[in-house]
T-cell receptor
């Protein structure tokens, strides 16, 4: 069964450093998403991306965050200057269509620890 | 606005017993509702979903859920728990036409031998 692949599975970074989280969505999917889960809290929507642009973003997704699809396969989330409160599990997802009707496929997540 | 609440952050049942994980939603419009499961070190896997039509939805691994509009609920059940069901379960919802999912806080299910 097709999978969404995320790398690395765990990343530790110092406060103020830039990090890039990488995702390889399912090949025929057109819509891409990032969610995060701070330990002990709910899974939260960050951003959705379609046709090389952001289609929706949450209040969390401020100027410190950016997303990119640099080639035909990767989808990345960049945090420019990490803060302690950015420590969380980050999930990438993709879907065939823009509606949750069809369901997402999630990756296994990247645990980001900011120290 | 859409919100999803899961009652009980931890649920523990004996092997062979009924599993009941509770989820309530609030929405001004009929929602789409989902249950996801997360096994250790794995991603979120779709168990089942309700969009339209039959209110009793069957999913993978013997799980099912019933959409009850009058109770604004979408509880997840399984008649007989297996040890392999131990995982974290997430209820999620979205409005029709929306892209994003709104998640509940998750329920960790433990199965006792």
């Amino acid at each position: 069964e097709p999978e969404v692949t995320q790398t690395p599975s765990h990343q530790v970074t110092q406060m103020g450093q830039e990090v890039i989280l990488r995702c390889v969505p399912i090949s025929n999917h057109l819509y891409f998403y990032w969610y995060r889960q701070i330990l002990g809290q709910k899974v939260e929507f960050l951003v959705s991306f379609y046709n090389n642009e952001i289609s929706e973003k949450s209040e969390i997704f401020d100027d410190q965050f950016s997303v990119e699809r640099p080639d035909g396969s990767n989808f990345t989330l960049k945090i420019r200057s990490t803060k302690l409160e950015d420590s969380a599990m980050y999930f990438c997802a993709s879907s065939e269509a823009d509606r949750t009707l069809y369901g997402y496929t999630f990756g296994s997540g990247t645990r980001l620890t900011v120290v | 606005a859409q919100s999803v609440t899961q009652l009980g952050s931890h649920v523990s049942v004996s092997e062979g017993a009924l599993v009941l994980l509770r989820c309530n939603y609030s929405s001004s419009v009929p929602p789409y509702l989902f249950w996801y499961v997360q096994y250790p070190n794995q991603g979120l896997q779709l168990l089942l979903k309700y969009t339209t039509g039959a209110t009793l939805v069957k999913g993978i691994n013997g799980f099912e859920a019933e959409f009850k509009k009058s109770e604004t609920s979408f509880h997840l059940t399984k008649p007989s728990a297996h040890m392999s069901d131990a995982a974290e379960y997430f209820c999620a919802g979205s409005s029709q036409g929306a892209q994003k999912l709104v998640f509940g806080q998750g329920t960790r299910l433990t199965i006792n031998p």
